[in-house]
């Protein structure tokens, strides 16, 4: 087979919008919400929480296994989303533990003893062993991790991942609640090496936050905002438009038109 070199250099980017965006915040922010309000996404919930949406294409699966039916259900279809939204990567981690152990108790290396009796291994995070501070079991949450990161990317152009922050960055030292902030990939609620498997696969990540911006009837009114700005590499924006961008939620400023 032939090839072509190039001869000309590039002019400009084959891609402006991110093809993996990821979108964290605290619980009950208003992400799930986000998502429902962009065309032509599905969100796909394993976390339970799209009772309360009021519009937005939406399917519910309570196992990795309900996942893959869906997933081959919209390639069967021609894959007609742009958007696949998973709500919530958090949620994903729970559920890879237990593939992650299927992983391993088939793999050759496995112990004999959970060979056996798989009920020894209750968790796949447990398995003795030292990995850098974790386990060996570790390696398995990630490989699991991996492959359904993978098989979900696969089913639409965009994929939008939705994730926690973790508890402990809700609050300050003082105990005061926190708003805003730079992107930081420590935050997220995932485990260990999980953090950088997304954040590294991410095109784009963006904090969520609300600010508050006035009061009415005593009340204070807050805005919806989306900090794309970084500290470290790997909390970065390959979209360029997105890169230390901090504005009130639009999808319009983050999904450009690329005609």
């Known amino acids: 087979m032939s090839i072509n070199l190039p001869l000309e250099k590039r002019t400009k ?17 208003g992400k799930s919400t986000i998502a429902s309000q962009l065309e032509n996404n599905l969100i796909l919930d394993i976390e339970k929480g799209s009772d309360y949406l ?14 893959m039916e869906i997933g081959e259900a919209i390639k069967a279809a021609g894959k007609p989303y742009k958007y696949l939204t998973l709500d919530t990567a958090t949620e994903l981690e729970e559920w890879c533990d237990a593939l992650g152990k299927r992983l391993y108790l088939a793999a050759p290396s496995a ?4 060979k056996d009796n798989p ?22 949450l990630r490989i699991a991790y991996g492959m ?3 098989y979900l990317r696969s089913l639409a152009e965009h994929f939008i991942i939705i994730a926690h922050v973790r508890d402990s960055t809700l609050v300050d030292n003082k105990g ?3 708003h805003g902030g730079s992107v930081l990939s420590k935050n997220l609620d995932l485990t260990g090496k999980l953090k950088a ?5 991410a095109d784009s ?3 969520i936050y609300r600010k508050i911006v006035g009061a009415e009837n005593g009340k204070p009114v807050s805005e919806l905002r989306v900090n794309f700005s970084g500290s470290e590499v790997m909390a970065g924006s390959r979209a360029r438009h997105l890169v230390g961008q901090d504005f009130e939620f639009d999808w319009n400023k983050i999904f450009m038109s690329e005609d």
């Open 13 to 29: 980017a084959k891609k402006i919008n991110p093809r993996i965006l990821l979108l964290y915040g605290p619980p009950k922010v």
């Open 54 to 67: 009021e519009t937005g294409l939406i399917m519910k699966a309570n196992s990795w296994e309900k996942v």
């Open 111 to 114: 112990g004999k003893k959970y």
């Open 119 to 140: 009920d020894l291994l209750a968790s796949i995070k447990v398995l003795p062993g030292n990995d850098g501070g974790y386990g060996p079991g570790y390696q398995w």
């Open 148 to 150: 359904c990161f993978n």
């Open 176 to 178: 005061n609640e926190i």
């Open 197 to 201: 498997i997304t954040c590294s696969r």
């Open 205 to 207: 990540i963006g904090f």
